[in-house]
């Protein structure tokens, strides 16, 4: 009875004083002798938080000039990059830039953005940034690039530790000779120690004739939220996902101490941060990966478009669905035949620059792909895959041809993927939008091939809004075809792929389905939130009900979505909650829709952001 009542006191007790992380506005807070008490720990590398547009605002730190340039860099990603809170998809512009368009509504403030950051050089920042972040109950921020679709590497109110600048170099193992016997790898490898972008690796690898797993976009990092949470790839069809290739990682963990993750040692850990999500169980310093002989490769590529005179839009727009479909059920035929890369659709004019789409396609619609296949001799194997592809796709296109669309392709040879990479996918893309919203999905053979009409409703459903949507959004959907091939093998054999915490659905995935949707930056929240509502239920269900048993890729997700533990781990989320009670029990590592994120809710009072609390 006494023991109940303690119970029923202390449980009252947490309820008066809810456990929060610390923020400015409360009495917690480090004082301005705890800052500069860590700046000395860290050498002189805090840096107080400004928000990147600030000089364009009135008061102290206004400045035209640096204002001006600000704007032409904006949807830049690397200059985004290089600023302490510069993000690629601000979750919210609470400090947005002002231009013609854009006439902000308020003042400009830190927002969602850390109030420090640490600019950390080497791994024993990071270290005092953890263990300054425990000592004051703060919430912690770990960002290399701020590239993050789902905001997951900002945090209002919080303490940063950027990883950007511990650049200890890239080293080249010309026959890797593993510390570990389980690792039965002896091809090529690099160890990347620090926060360096894929743009750095693929320079080594292409210079030495090699080829590694790496982004599309050579400006997304390469040891944090990418290759943590899965890395798909140009490359994925031939070799995996990037988590397939690591060999070995240096872990900074919740307690401050640099360890080492492979397939000997602390091996939990080493499945966690192969695809288990970045920002959760520790900062990662090092990868070892590995790299692989170049090819020769082949691409197709082919475009489809509504003709200027076209007589009835709408029967051209059924035309398209039914073209973009045929595609779709083709997709697994032409990756087991060797093909992979990248795809998109949509109806209405594309105002995006998101979509990357070729110009005939902006603007009214259509579809594109610039597919690729490795081969042995670029020449030799030249003909047969044009009459593979004929028979595979084309045959079923050509009676859609002239009737209201153009199709048209080209083919390119490349005497190595290198080569390729930088001809064909080597893009920047545009970032920096607040009113955005994105969801995907991975799709599996039987999605594509079983039921048409299926497949048909699903283009309908993701290419248009709901009718109570307020406004107008540009809907472009990204078609990824990078699954197929090796990634389609689940690793049992006994060596490092046992550990992969990636999600299963990955090893039955050929394609990746992104449905986006963007809204002028003009509009209100109003028709921002109709927007996310439609993508995270309408356009998300009618491709759960197309893929019931499959997933959605993480860092191309929804920050929305309700179903997140499921869509983004599968059947590992409990193993991965686990391994991450093992490793910060204190949660000192959080980031929204993360493994262990259910313990915590950020009040939010009309924001899209605010404290930190547990649940
Ligand atoms: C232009 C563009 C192109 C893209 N192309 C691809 C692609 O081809 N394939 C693909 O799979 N994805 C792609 N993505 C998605 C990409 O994988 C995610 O945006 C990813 O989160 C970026 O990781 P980052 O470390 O660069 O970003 P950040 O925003 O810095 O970090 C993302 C997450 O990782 C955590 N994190 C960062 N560094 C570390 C670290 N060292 N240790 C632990 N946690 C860390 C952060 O806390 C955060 O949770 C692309 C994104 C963009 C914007
Ligand atoms: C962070 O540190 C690096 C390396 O010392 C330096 O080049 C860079 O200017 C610093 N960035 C900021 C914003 O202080
Ligand atoms: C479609 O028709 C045009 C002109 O009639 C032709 O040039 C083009 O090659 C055709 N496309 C395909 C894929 O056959």
Same mark, same amino acid.
């Given at each position: 009875?006494?023991?109940?009542?303690?119970?029923?006191?202390?449980?009252?007790?947490?309820?008066?004083?809810?456990?929060?992380?610390?923020?400015?506005?409360?009495?917690?807070?480090?004082t301005?002798?705890?800052?500069?008490?860590?700046?000395?720990?860290?050498?002189g590398k805090?840096?107080?938080?400004?928000?990147?547009?600030?000089p364009?605002?009135?008061g102290?730190?206004n400045d035209?000039?640096?204002?001006?340039?600000?704007v032409?860099?904006?949807s830049?990603?690397?200059f985004?990059?290089?600023q302490?809170v510069?993000?690629?998809?601000?979750?919210?512009y609470a400090?947005p830039?002002v231009?013609?368009?854009?006439? @902000?509504?308020?003042?400009?403030?830190?927002g969602?953005?850390?109030?420090y950051?640490?600019n950390?050089?080497?791994?024993e920042d990071v270290?005092?940034?953890i263990l300054?972040?425990? #000592?004051h109950?703060?919430r912690?921020?770990?960002?290399?690039t701020g590239?993050?679709l789902?905001?997951?590497s900002?945090g209002?109110?919080?303490?940063?530790?950027?990883?950007k600048?511990?650049?200890?170099?890239?080293d080249?193992?010309?026959?890797?000779? &593993? #510390?570990c016997p389980?690792?039965n790898?002896?091809?090529?490898?690099?160890?990347?120690?620090?926060?360096?972008?894929?743009g750095?690796?693929?320079a080594e690898?292409?210079?030495?004739k090699?080829?590694?797993v790496?982004a599309? =976009?050579?400006?997304?990092?390469?040891?944090g939220?990418?290759?943590?949470?899965?890395g798909?790839?140009p490359?994925?069809?031939?070799f995996?996902?990037a988590?397939?290739?690591?060999?070995?990682?240096?872990?900074?963990l919740?307690s401050?101490?640099?360890?080492?993750?492979?397939a000997?040692?602390?091996?939990?850990l080493f499945f966690?941060l192969?695809?288990?999500?970045?920002g959760?169980y520790?900062?990662?310093?090092?990868?070892?990966?590995?790299a692989?002989p170049?090819?020769?490769?082949?691409?197709?590529s082919l475009?489809?478009?509504?003709?200027?005179?076209?007589?009835?839009?709408?029967?051209?727009?059924?035309?398209?669905?039914d073209?973009?479909?045929?595609f779709?059920?083709a997709?697994?035929?032409?990756?087991d035949?060797?093909?992979?890369?990248?795809?998109?659709?949509?109806v209405d004019?594309?105002d995006s @620059?998101i979509?990357?789409?070729p110009?005939?396609v902006?603007q009214?619609?259509?579809?594109?792909h610039?597919?690729?296949?490795l081969?042995?001799?670029?020449d030799? =194997?030249?003909?047969?895959?044009?009459?593979?592809?004929?028979?595979?796709?084309?045959?079923?296109?050509?009676?859609?041809?002239?009737?209201?669309?153009?199709?048209?392709?080209t083919?390119?040879?490349?005497?190595?993927?290198?080569?390729?990479?930088t001809a064909?996918?080597?893009v920047?893309?545009?970032?920096?939008?607040?009113?955005?919203?994105?969801t995907s999905?991975?799709?599996?053979?039987?999605a594509?091939?079983?039921?048409?009409?299926?497949?048909k409703e699903?283009?309908?459903?993701?290419?248009?809004?709901?009718?109570?949507?307020?406004?107008?959004?540009?809907?472009?959907?990204?078609?990824?075809?990078?699954?197929?091939?090796?990634?389609?093998?689940?690793?049992?054999? &006994?060596?490092?792929?046992?550990?992969?915490?990636?999600h299963p659905?990955?090893?039955?995935a050929?394609l990746?389905?992104?449905p986006?949707?963007?809204?002028?930056?003009?509009?209100?929240?109003?028709?921002?939130?109709?927007m996310?509502r439609?993508?995270?239920?309408? #356009?998300?269900?009618?491709?759960?009900?197309?893929?019931?048993?499959?997933?959605s890729?993480?860092?191309?997700?929804?920050?929305?979505? &309700?179903?997140?533990?499921?869509?983004?781990?599968?059947?590992?989320?409990?193993?991965?909650?686990?391994i991450k009670e093992?490793?910060?029990?204190?949660?000192?590592?959080?980031?929204?829709?993360?493994?262990?994120s259910e313990?915590w809710e950020?009040?939010?009072?009309?924001?899209?952001?605010?404290r930190?609390c547990e649940?």
């Amino acid at each position: 009875m006494v023991s109940l009542l303690a119970l029923l006191a202390l449980a009252g007790a947490s309820v008066a004083s809810r456990d929060c992380k610390c923020t400015p506005e409360d009495e917690c807070w480090p004082t301005l002798t705890d800052w500069a008490e860590l700046n000395d720990a860290v050498s002189g590398k805090l840096i107080r938080n400004v928000p990147v547009a600030e000089p364009c605002y009135f008061g102290d730190g206004n400045d035209r000039h640096a204002c001006q340039d600000i704007v032409s860099r904006w949807s830049d990603s690397t200059f985004q990059a290089s600023q302490p809170v510069g993000y690629c998809y601000p979750l919210d512009y609470a400090c947005p830039i002002v231009t013609a368009e854009v006439t @902000p509504a308020g003042a400009c403030e830190l927002g969602p953005s850390p109030v420090y950051t640490i600019n950390a050089t080497q791994s024993e920042d990071v270290t005092q940034g953890i263990l300054f972040a425990k #000592k004051h109950n703060l919430r912690l921020v770990v960002k290399n690039t701020g590239h993050d679709l789902l905001a997951r590497s900002q945090g209002y109110g919080s303490l940063q530790i950027w990883v950007k600048y511990i650049q200890d170099g890239i080293d080249f193992h010309e026959e890797y000779e &593993p #510390k570990c016997p389980l690792t039965n790898w002896k091809g090529s490898a690099f160890s990347v120690r620090g926060g360096y972008i894929w743009g750095d690796l693929y320079a080594e690898a292409f210079d030495r004739k090699l080829i590694v797993v790496g982004a599309q =976009d050579w400006t997304v990092g390469i040891l944090g939220g990418y290759l943590q949470g899965g890395g798909h790839s140009p490359a994925s069809r031939d070799f995996g996902l990037a988590v397939d290739q690591v060999l070995e990682l240096q872990v900074v963990l919740a307690s401050g101490e640099l360890v080492t993750a492979n397939a000997c040692e602390n091996r939990d850990l080493f499945f966690a941060l192969r695809g288990g999500g970045g920002g959760t169980y520790g900062v990662v310093v090092s990868a070892t990966l590995k790299a692989h002989p170049t090819r020769p490769v082949i691409t197709h590529s082919l475009i489809v478009y509504p003709l200027p005179d076209r007589k009835d839009p709408l029967a051209t727009t059924m035309a398209l669905i039914d073209v973009v479909a045929e595609f779709l059920s083709a997709y697994p035929a032409l990756s087991d035949g060797g093909f992979s890369g990248y795809g998109g659709w949509g109806v209405d004019k594309v105002d995006s @620059p998101i979509s990357g789409a070729p110009e005939l396609v902006m603007q009214n619609g259509g579809y594109s792909h610039v597919f690729a296949k490795l081969v042995d001799n670029s020449d030799d =194997d030249f003909e047969q895959t044009q009459s593979f592809v004929e028979d595979t796709l084309l045959q079923r296109l050509r009676r859609y041809n002239g009737s209201g669309l153009m199709i048209s392709q080209t083919w390119g040879r490349y005497s190595s993927f290198g080569e390729y990479y930088t001809a064909a996918t080597k893009v920047q893309q545009r970032v920096g939008y607040s009113k955005m919203a994105i969801t995907s999905r991975l799709l599996d053979k039987a999605a594509l091939t079983s039921d048409i009409d299926q497949v048909k409703e699903m283009l309908r459903v993701t290419s248009t809004n709901a009718p109570d949507v307020p406004e107008k959004a540009t809907i472009w959907t990204m078609l990824f075809l990078v699954g197929g091939g090796r990634v389609l093998e689940d690793p049992t054999a &006994p060596s490092t792929d046992r550990f992969v915490g990636v999600h299963p659905a990955w090893r039955k995935a050929y394609l990746l389905a992104i449905p986006t949707s963007v809204l002028p930056e003009s509009v209100g929240q109003d028709a921002v939130k109709g927007m996310q509502r439609d993508t995270s239920y309408r #356009k998300a269900d009618v491709m759960r009900d197309l893929a019931p048993g499959t997933g959605s890729y993480a860092n191309d997700g929804d920050r929305n979505d &309700p179903w997140w533990t499921v869509d983004f781990f599968g059947d590992h989320y409990p193993r991965l909650r686990a391994i991450k009670e093992l490793y910060d029990p204190g949660h000192v590592f959080y980031c929204r829709t993360c493994v262990g994120s259910e313990y915590w809710e950020e009040e939010m009072e009309g924001k899209e952001y605010g404290r930190l609390c547990e649940v």
